[in-house]
């Protein structure tokens, strides 16, 4: 297969709900784990999508040389133990990515900030521990312990991605509470959603 889509938005963004519109409209998706490849042996208990972009692109000098049965990817980033891993801010490989594949379409799911970070904040530990935790680009370690830092953190993803892409017709922000979000990601796509709504749902954070 040959990579058509792929997401930058960060997690918890609305990447599981792109993720259930495009496998539902077709497309072969990897998102956040690849876990028909998982084992339970070291070094495969978990396969990260993050992982499989980098070493695609330092070994094989294409990201997604070992994802081909995939042309769409959602979630990219991860946090596990000792490994924090962003491509969706590495541009260098996104450039790669580009160059390589000329009708790829890329798409950042977002949110309003606020509401994300109270998303990020009530998902298991990720907002009080895993983001503080650990490096994470444009967040070194000790930051993002509190709403206002998410909220910095959140809104300069996004204008860097503005930024970098300036008026790239193969980019498009999305905001996912966008009552017109399918039509536009259909017509970005050049490919109907017969599915758009909700997936994932925090329902400690929708409850709060």
């Known amino acids: ?18 993720n259930k519109a495009l496998s539902q409209a077709g497309y072969t998706v990897a998102d ?14 978990r396969v990260f999508v993050g992982s499989m972009l980098y070493k695609g692109l330092y070994e094989q000098g294409d990201p997604m ?9 959602s979630e990219i980033s991860f946090i596990h133990g000792k490994f924090s891993v962003w491509p969706q801010f590495d541009f260098a490989l996104l450039k790669v990515l580009k160059d390589l594949y000329p009708e790829l379409r890329f798409i950042a799911t977002r949110r309003d900030a ?6 990020i904040m009530a998902w298991n ?9 650990s ?8 930051y ?5 830092q998410q909220m910095i953190w959140i809104d300069g993803h996004y204008e860097a991605l503005k930024h970098w892409f300036r008026d ?17 990601i259909s017509s970005h796509l050049g490919r109907a959603l017969p599915w758009w709504g909700k997936a994932n749902v925090n329902r400690k954070a929708h409850n709060d």
Do not use: F, W
């Open 1 to 18: 297969m040959v990579l058509k889509v792929i997401n930058l938005g960060l997690p918890k963004s609305g990447t599981t709900t792109l």
């Open 32 to 45: 956040h784990r690849l876990k028909e490849r998982e084992e339970d042996k070291p070094g495969k208990r």
């Open 65 to 73: 040389a070992y994802m081909r049965d995939y042309d769409a990817v």
């Open 114 to 119: 606020e509401s994300h970070s109270k998303s």
């Open 125 to 133: 530990n990720l907002g009080t521990t895993r983001l503080p935790g």
């Open 135 to 142: 490096t994470v680009p444009g967040l070194p370690i000790g």
């Open 144 to 148: 993002g312990k509190t709403a206002e």
């Open 168 to 184: 790239d017709p193969s980019y498009l922000e999305i905001n996912v509470a966008d009552p017109e979000a399918q039509t536009k």
